[in-house]
């Protein structure tokens, strides 16, 4: 089978240099206005929005219903704050791979499957560009995200995408939400339905929902309750237990995101080989600790990784 792709925040920042990490993200959102007076102690010393993202989504034991439910209120206002940072730097690259086309170019050949943790759709938006490259081919968008959604231009009847085979369909698998899904926003929201931003509906089409964005706890428990994000991720655990070789692009497997990591420990096969892609090199000895003895392969350069890659040399 092809290579298994793992991306993280690095990615996006190798893409698109102005894509923020997430202490830059922290920063961001306070620069838009957000501000809590729930911010906790590691959120005022690191900006880690994801940690404090996670704790806003935790119920501690000693916690009051009432400061539980006002948590959960702010989560709610900052996954929107969230989805407006990152969907301004988004707009602003728009399948700009620039010298990386024969690289996207060859992710949809090879039927890529990716899993990753990002919100923002530079990548679904540099394969729809290298797709052109393809005269009479499409990459489709909404066949390619492993789980069901539905237009939200399905809402008045507008509803075209994915109507123009043959087309592309790599594999992604976005774990922790997009900032292109909605929902309600509810705490229970077992069968209901999740929509995805097609390009064809107007906004007010989607102004009544949430940004679908998933926190890096154990606490996730409320989000998995629905049918979809649970077959999402059972998919995503299908693929880290069959792949070969897994490629750990820009994801430097931090300890608050205890799922993602307990989830890859104990499913990827001891023979999957492992190449980590990320410019600080402590990230390969993490990786390490968590994973084992295996056959490891690390750069340091993303451009290096992306050259091999594109000219078979991996």
């Not at 929509?195 to 949430?210: A, I, N, P, Q």
């Not at 931090?254 to 993602?260: A, E, I, L, R």
């Not at 492992?274 to 390490?288: A, G, K």
Request: glycine letters at 8%.
């Amino acid at each position: 089978m092809a290579d298994l792709f793992f991306l993280g925040a690095g990615f996006s920042k190798f893409l698109h240099s102005d894509m923020p990490l997430m202490t830059d993200l922290g920063r961001g959102i306070q620069d838009m206005g957000y501000h809590s007076d729930l911010y906790n102690e590691e959120f005022k010393r690191s900006k880690n929005v994801e940690s404090f993202m996670s704790y806003l989504n935790e119920e501690l034991p000693y916690e009051r219903e009432s400061q539980y439910l006002r948590k959960i209120a702010a989560a709610k206002d900052l996954s929107r704050y969230i989805w407006e940072v990152i969907s301004s730097h988004d707009a602003s690259y728009r399948g700009k791979s620039g010298g990386k086309h024969k690289f996207f170019c060859k992710l949809l050949t090879e039927h890529a499957s990716v899993i990753t943790l990002n919100y923002d759709l530079l990548l679904e938006s540099s394969l729809e560009s290298a797709a052109r490259s393809f005269p009479g081919r499409t990459f489709n968008l909404l066949r390619s995200y492993g789980m069901p959604l539905t237009p939200v231009s399905n809402r008045d009847g507008s509803g075209r995408l994915g109507a123009y085979p043959p087309n592309f369909r790599p594999k992604i698998f976005k774990l922790h939400g997009s900032i292109n899904w909605f929902y309600s926003g509810r705490s229970s929201y077992y069968g209901e339905q999740i929509y995805v931003r097609d390009g064809f509906g107007d906004s007010h089409l989607w102004e009544d929902k949430t940004p679908l964005i998933i926190p890096p706890t154990f606490s996730k428990s409320s989000y998995f309750n629905n049918e979809s994000i649970r077959f999402l991720w059972n998919s995503a655990y299908i693929e880290l237990k069959k792949c070969k070789k897994i490629i750990l692009f820009g994801y430097s497997m931090p300890g608050s995101d205890s799922v993602v990591k307990t989830m890859m420990e104990n499913c990827l096969s001891r023979e999957a080989k492992v190449v980590v892609v990320n410019p600080d090199q402590s990230v390969l000895h993490r990786v390490q600790l968590s994973l084992g003895e295996r056959e490891y392969s690390y750069y340091g350069s993303g451009e290096e990784f992306v050259q091999k890659y594109t000219d078979g040399n991996l």
